[in-house]
């Protein structure tokens, strides 16, 4: 026989909890290769200009989060077995791998709220110097014109917007529509790539925060089963 009453609750709550944590930590790893592979996010943070290439940043948080989903499940099966098997062993594991990987994700969430706007200046700053060589090279250096124009050609047409601020998405507009320039979407957008940029990736945090705070809060009902039922397994009169 194993534990009784209302610890043979718990066990079955934790249970319930693990095989939620295991499905979290499925979605964790399939959210994050979707943001990683991402057509409209790619195709921006693969670009290269001169030698530069747009921030990473972006991508190395979505590794840490595919590193994360994995030992998600990992973790979540262990803490299954361990309920279902009663084993004080499986569970001190369980909980001290909850607690490891609680600690990474305050500290990783601390760490995105800090750097939030840090992808989206970067990729900004990026686009801001393509878009100048673009305006500079106009006259002067066709070539390094056409090399430039091709990048940001990339960001008009994923983003559906031209220009920098609305000032300048009228003026490249206008230099598209008589022929100086050939860089705005076929569509006729106006609006500006700067609004865009901050658009695309706050929504990826978002889904992101709302991921990582789910999960925080099913830890915590876990690491709590977790003692209680180790707890009453130990104090079980029969094994």
Not at 136 to 145: F, L, Q, R, S
Not at 146 to 174: I, P, Q, R, Y
Request: proline share 2%; glycine share 8%; with cysteine.
């Amino acid at each position: 026989m194993g534990v009784e009453g209302c610890t043979k609750c718990i066990k079955y709550l934790l249970f319930f909890f693990n095989f939620i944590f295991w499905l979290a930590g499925g979605v964790i790893l399939g959210v994050s290769l979707w943001l990683r592979h991402d057509q409209q996010t790619s195709s921006l943070l693969e670009l290269k200009y001169e030698g530069y290439q747009a921030p990473s940043t972006f991508y190395i948080s979505v590794h840490i989060l595919i590193a994360v989903g994995a030992v998600m499940m990992v973790v979540g099966f262990l803490g299954c077995y361990g309920a279902i098997q009663e084993s004080q062993c499986l569970l001190g594991t369980f909980f001290a791998c909850l607690v490891i990987l609680f600690a990474c994700e305050v500290a990783a969430g601390i760490w995105g709220f800090m750097h939030r706007d840090t992808v989206s200046q970067e990729l900004t700053n990026f686009y801001d110097s393509v878009y100048d060589k673009v305006v500079a090279n106009t006259i002067t250096d066709p070539e390094k014109k056409a090399a430039a124009t091709t990048v940001l050609k990339v960001f008009h047409e994923t983003l559906d917007c031209c220009g920098k601020g609305m000032g300048t998405s009228l003026l490249t507009s206008f230099t598209d529509l008589v022929g100086v320039t050939d860089v705005c979407p076929k569509s006729g957008i106006n609006s500006n790539c700067h609004t865009k940029i901050r658009a695309l990736f706050s929504e990826k945090i978002y889904l992101i925060g709302i991921a990582a705070l789910v999960v925080a809060v099913i830890m915590i009902f876990e690491m709590i089963f977790s003692m209680v039922l180790c707890c009453g397994i130990r104090n079980s009169p029969v094994y």
